[in-house]
C-alpha cells in the first residue's frame, strides 16, 4: 500500500469551513490513505522531512512563523497552497499593472510614496530620491477625483478612503502613516461581482454588493449571467493563472460593458458558508478538496515551484548536507 500522505490546514478565526473541508478531504481520500487534519506546528528545523504532503495555508499573512515553515516546506517538497513567496510579494499596484498588461481593465491608479518613516530615517538625507513636495495636482489629473486611496497590501476595507476632493484627499493621506498607499480612479459601478477561483481554473461569479452589511454582501439570489458571466470567468481565470494562486477571489466594479478588475489580491479568500452560502460553500468544499487530493496523489503539481531558480538545485542535490557540514 501506498504511504500515508496527510493534508494539513493551517486557519485563523474561521470556524466554517475548516471541519467540512477536512472531512472531505478524510472521505475522498479515505481509497489513497490521504487524510486531512489541522496542522500543528511548534518550531521547525531546517530540513524537517514534511510531515504534510500538502499545506492549505488561510492565515500566514498574520502568523509570520508559518509563512517561515511554509517556505522551508515547499523547498523539502511539500505542496503549499497558496505558494508562500509570492504571496508575500504580492502587492495591488503590481497587480494592476499586470492586469494592464494582459488586457484585464483596472482603475487608473498611482502608487505613492509614504507619508511617515521609521524614526531612523532622515527625510532630508535618506530619501533624496523622492520628489517632494508631491505634484498632487499631477497625480490626481491622471486618476481624477473621486478616487479611492487604499493600502498596497492589505485587507478588510482597513484604510480604504474614498475622497472627493483635493482636500479630502491630503487629509486622509495624512493619516496613512507608514503604509504605502495607492491613489485609484473611482469607478462608479452599476453593477459588482465576486467570483471565487480554485485551482486557477474553477471559478464562481456571484453577485456582490460591497455597500450591504458584511454578512448580506453575496447575492446569490440574482445570478451572474450571459456575457457578463462569460466575461468575468475570462478574465478571472486570467488574472489567478498569471498570479499562480489556487484559491483567490477576484473582484469587478462593472460600468457600462467594461468590467473593471478591483481587487484580486485575496489569497485566503472568505470561504465562510454564511457569507458565501451555502450553494457556493458545497461547491467551494468539493474544487477545494479535488485539489489538494491531485496535489496529495501526485497527479498535479504547482506550476509556481518549476520557476523558482533554488528548485532547480535543489533537485540536482539528492543527499542533504549533514548538519554542521
Ligand atoms: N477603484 C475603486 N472604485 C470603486 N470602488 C472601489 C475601488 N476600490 C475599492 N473600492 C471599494 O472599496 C472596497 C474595498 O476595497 P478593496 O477590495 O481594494 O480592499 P480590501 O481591504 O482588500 O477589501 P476586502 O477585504 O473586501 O478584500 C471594494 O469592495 C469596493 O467596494
Ligand atoms: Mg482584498
Redo the contacts with the bound molecule.
Keep these: 500500500m501506498a504511504p500515508k500522505k496527510i493534508v494539513g490546514l493551517l486557519v485563523g478565526r474561521e470556524n466554517t469551513f475548516p471541519g467540512p473541508f477536512l472531512e472531505m478531504v478524510n472521505q475522498k481520500g479515505k481509497a489513497d490513505g490521504i487524510t486531512g487534519e489541522l496542522a500543528v506546528l511548534g518550531g521547525t528545523p531546517e530540513l524537517a522531512e514534511p510531515y504534510h504532503a500538502v499545506l492549505v495555508d488561510r492565515i500566514s499573512h498574520e502568523v509570520p512563523y508559518y509563512r517561515a515553515h511554509l517556505k522551508s516546506a515547499v523547498l523539502m517538497g511539500a505542496v503549499v497552497v497558496n505558494d508562500p513567496f509570492w504571496w508575500e510579494a504580492d502587492e495591488?499596484f503590481f497587480e494592476c499593472t499586470l492586469a494592464r498588461k494582459l488586457g484585464v481593465a483596472v482603475?487608473k491608479t498611482v502608487v505613492l510614496p509614504n507619508k511617515q518613516y521609521i524614526p531612523d530615517i532622515d527625510h532630508v538625507r535618506s530619501l533624496r530620491n523622492l520628489q517632494f513636495p508631491l505634484d498632487w495636482e499631477h497625480i490626481v489629473s491622471y486618476t481624477g477625483l473621486p478616487?479611492?486611496l487604499?493600502?498596497n497590501t492589505?485587507?478588510?476595507?482597513?484604510d480604504?478612503f474614498?475622497v472627493h476632493t483635493m482636500e479630502e484627499l491630503i487629509t486622509a493621506y495624512d493619516q496613512t502613516g507608514l503604509k504605502t498607499m495607492i491613489l485609484?480612479?473611482?469607478?462608479?459601478?452599476d453593477d459588482?461581482v465576486r467570483c471565487i477561483c480554485i485551482g486557477r481554473e474553477h471559478v464562481m461569479p456571484i453577485r456582490y454588493n460591497?455597500?450591504a452589511p458584511f454578512e448580506a454582501r453575496y447575492q446569490i439570489s440574482q445570478p451572474v449571467e450571459g456575457t457578463l458571466r462569460d466575461q468575468a470567468i475570462k478574465d478571472a481565470r486570467t488574472l489567478v493563472e498569471a498570479l499562480g494562486y489556487d484559491m483567490d477571489?477576484v473582484?469587478f466594479?462593472i460600468k457600462g460593458d467594461v468590467l473593471?478588475a478591483?481587487?484580486f489580491?485575496?489569497p485566503a479568500p472568505d470561504f465562510d458558508n454564511f457569507s458565501i452560502k451555502e450553494d457556493s460553500f458545497r461547491w467551494v468544499v468539493d474544487k477545494m478538496s479535488d485539489l489538494v487530493l491531485a496535489y496529495a496523489r501526485g497527479e498535479a503539481t504547482p506550476p509556481w515551484r518549476e520557476e523558482y531558480r533554488w528548485w532547480k538545485y535543489v533537485k540536482k542535490t539528492p543527499v542533504p548536507n549533514p548538519v554542521g557540514t
Design positions: 495591488k482603475p478616487a479611492v487604499k493600502p492589505g485587507g478588510g476595507w482597513k480604504v474614498i485609484q480612479e473611482f469607478i462608479d459601478w459588482y460591497p455597500k477571489t473582484e466594479a473593471y478591483i481587487d489580491l485575496n
